[in-house]
C-alpha cells in the first residue's frame, strides 16, 4: 500500500477520533502546530523518518516537544504512530489531514506568485476576486518571484491563472510573429 494511501487513512482516523470526542478545532490546532514543527525544523524530519534512531528515543522527542501544547488524543495518536512505526509519514499524515479538513470546509488553496509583495488591502481583493471566481473559500499563499516583471500568476488546484506582465509580452509576440496585427 502506497505511504500516500496509508497517511490518507491515518489522517481520516484522526478526524473521525476529533468529530467523535467533539474536538475537532483543537484537533485543528493540534496539526497546524506539528506541520508548522515540521516546516521549521528539517533536523525533526529527519528524526522521524530514521530507522536508525530507536523509538524510545522520537517518543521522548514528541513527549518533550508536544506533549503540553497538544490534545491527549493528539499526542496519544502521535504515540501510535511512533509504536506501529509510522511515524516518518508525519509529514504526509498531516497534509492528508489538512486536505481532508479543507474538503470539507470548502476551503481550496492559492498559490500565487508575484513580482513584487502585495500590501495586506491587494491581498484580500486578490482572495475576494478568487473566492468569487470559485465559489469557494480560499487558502492564499504567496510567493515573491521578480522574474514575472509584473503581474501575477495563480494556481487554485489545476487551474493556473496568468496574469503576469512576462505572459503578455510572449502573447503579444505571439500575436506579431502571426501578423495579427494589420497596419492601415
Do not use: C, W
Request: charged letters at 35%.
Amino acid at each position: 500500500m502506497s505511504d500516500t494511501i496509508v497517511a490518507r487513512r491515518y489522517a481520516q482516523a484522526l478526524y473521525e477520533q476529533a468529530r467523535e470526542t467533539r474536538q475537532v478545532e483543537q484537533i485543528d490546532a493540534d496539526v497546524e502546530l506539528i506541520r508548522q514543527a515540521l516546516a521549521d525544523s528539517r533536523e525533526l524530519v529527519r528524526l522521524f523518518e530514521s530507522p536508525v534512531i530507536p523509538r524510545e528515543k522520537k517518543q521522548a522527542v514528541v513527549d518533550q516537544l508536544f506533549g503540553p501544547r497538544v490534545q491527549p488524543l493528539t499526542l496519544r495518536f502521535l504515540t501510535l504512530l511512533i509504536e506501529k512505526e509510522r511515524e516518518g509519514l508525519f509529514p504526509a499524515i498531516v497534509r492528508a489531514y489538512r486536505r481532508l479538513r479543507d474538503e470539507q470546509q470548502g476551503i481550496v488553496e492559492a498559490r500565487a506568485r508575484v513580482a513584487h509583495p502585495l500590501t495586506e488591502d491587494e491581498e484580500k481583493k486578490l482572495r475576494e476576486a478568487l473566492e468569487a471566481l470559485t465559489g469557494r473559500r480560499i487558502r492564499l499563499q504567496t510567493e515573491q518571484d521578480p522574474s514575472l516583471l509584473g503581474g501575477v500568476v495563480i494556481r487554485v488546484g489545476d487551474t493556473v491563472y496568468d496574469g503576469s506582465v512576462r505572459h503578455q509580452l510572449s502573447t503579444l509576440r505571439e500575436k506579431l510573429e502571426q501578423g495579427a496585427f494589420v497596419t492601415n
